[in-house]
């Protein structure tokens, strides 16, 4: 298979979204948090987005030379506008004030409005966790998903990521979909002809289907037994991404794809340092990471993730043909050398 | 089936305590929390908890008249020393004083430490919401949960709650363990002569079991397909109850029924008008939980629970004949009253 580096992925991505209308620091956020994705091999949210996001920035979905406004509402809480751009650049500095905020504070808040699909949200805690913080993130996205028990959509793929620093070792890496599975598996599994694992989209009456063809919409993480818990941290995300931000619920997003506007997103971090050293926090964190050697197979979150960064890092980032495809017409469209 | 009043719980309950060496504060705070459980339905956490609480108060697990010490550590950050005692007393405490810090910096944390088994983490961020903020609570606990895939436990059962205040209506409630389903389940249906359902217990080489008897641990929220997340989630009870706070990690408990001791909790606050009323903010919320309305048998996260209030405020708590017995003769040891 096709493989690139990150440095060639780079140059591609700040090319493609630059041509498409974005400024400097917006294609560079972008494509951090999209290379990020693709590094950790989370390709869901990886370079296969770019050409979506170039197809936004054409439309006026998103941005591309935003006035960012970074305002502080009190003391350990800010409020960042991301003047209608790409959530990326708006979420890298909500984690940044974050993080500042933390420091004096010892927890701090960023709620970012007026924003658009920010990608990994692993993108922003891992940024958090290299500048020694706990960070957490969440954000409402449109409706894909319906409640437990369910046949309309309520709530969006929202995600939920909350990374610890490890100054010896691999990060702590939570970075979870509070649906079953993304929508873009069930579109991929109707092109490949396959069959869904069972539990996570039903069709319009609510009931659970594996062909994707009948899919209308998605379970909540969980699946039949446990639905009813992914559902209630999508409510998470919609109480802390959409409702206090004063942005648009999921169910009030239009549909289209990666065309979520009126956004908001929820940047939060601690400092580990409160009662101890980060050294000593991060000796302790090593020793949880550990506590999972023994049982082979097992993970702390985020253990599968850094297994595939090793490996890509030494590898390169694999480019399937149909992602190579999209890519290399999606630089035709900008007008770009391709030269992936 | 027997039944008996919030007020007439809380007598027995108050005295049971007390009886068992417990001082007021304590004796108070671990009744409001039970019975909060017990009012919602959640009988996992409610007043069956409390013979075994009386026990741990006579035999020194936890300390009934600790000497509970609130420092600030930062503007918007306190720590709570729990001094050994019920997990009860500190949780309220420590957020009150997360409110406090939320009023005052628009985020709060309270860091607890040296504490026990604090019952169910919702009783605390409603504590939150019915004082106008948005609580966060979640903690560590002793081990009774594999890694997802694996075959010994590393995490406990341990829950994440949040609750987020709506003035004109029911708070929002989101309040899971992690676990697939409560330890004291598997052990009620070995009594019972049931069979657990599938994905929820594990034996001592990880395969899943659906007969109690041969299970010996719990799996992840999620079950066969889905546990990851759940396993990743007790990942974060972890890194914010047990690893933050310099307390014991949940593998590092000794695994007696509600005996965890030097047990670590995080208990956050948010204020929900850092960018509008809080009338605006139950307005939406409102929104939202009205937007299930049009599928029944679906809920916003809670909606079950007050539910189940309602009907129990106008009917009282039942009091099924194993844990009328179980309560019964706990008032004998105790020496005080029945009463119910």
């Known amino acids: 298979m096709r493989t690139a580096t990150i440095e060639q992925l780079a140059g591609y991505s700040t090319s493609l979204l630059a041509a498409a209308g974005a400024d400097a620091p917006s294609a560079e956020a972008a494509t951090w948090a999209v290379l990020h994705a693709s590094a950790h091999g ?35 809480a800010a409020r960042v506008d991301a003047g209608g751009g790409m959530g990326h650049i708006a979420m890298y500095r909500a984690m940044d004030e ?53 046949s309309r959509p309520i709530h969006g793929t929202s995600p939920i990521s909350l990374a610890a620093p490890n100054p010896g070792g ?6 979870m979909a509070t649906s079953s599975i993304p929508w873009n598996k069930v579109l991929r599994y109707r092109t490949e002809g396959l069959t869904l ?99 082979p197979g097992t993970y702390a979150a985020g253990g599968p993730e850094w297994e595939r960064k090793c490996k890509r890092d030494a590898d390169g980032i694999p480019l399937p043909d149909g992602l190579y495809a999209d890519l290399e017409a999606a630089a035709a469209t900008a007008g770009i050398d391709f030269g992936l």
């Open 197 to 295: 694992p069972d539990g996570v989209a039903v069709d319009a009456e609510g009931n659970f289907v594996t062909d994707p063809n009948l899919a209308t919409a998605l379970a909540p993480a969980g699946g039949v037994d446990f639905g009813f818990k992914g559902a209630a941290l999508a409510g998470v995300a919609e109480v802390l991404g959409g409702i206090l931000t004063g942005m648009r619920l999921s169910s009030e997003q239009s549909r289209e794809v990666l065309g979520d506007t009126q956004v908001g997103h929820f940047a939060m971090a601690v400092d580990p340092t409160l009662l101890m050293t980060l050294e000593a926090f991060g000796f302790r964190l090593q020793t949880y990471i550990d506590s999972f050697k023994s049982q």
């Open 170 to 175: 691999h990060p702590f890496l939570l970075d």
């Open 42 to 76: 989370v390709d869901s949210h990886g370079i296969r987005l770019l050409p979506w996001y170039a197809e936004c920035l054409r439309t006026g979905l998103a941005n591309g030379r935003p006035d960012i406004k970074i305002s502080q509402l009190r003391r350990a």
């Open 98 to 150: 974050a993080c500042a905020l933390a420091r004096d504070c010892g927890i701090g808040v960023s709620l970012v409005v007026n924003s658009t699909h920010f990608g990994a949200a692993g993108a922003y805690t891992i940024a958090a966790a290299d500048a020694g913080f706990i960070g957490f993130v969440t954000s409402n996205s449109c409706a894909y998903v319906v409640p437990h028990g369910g």
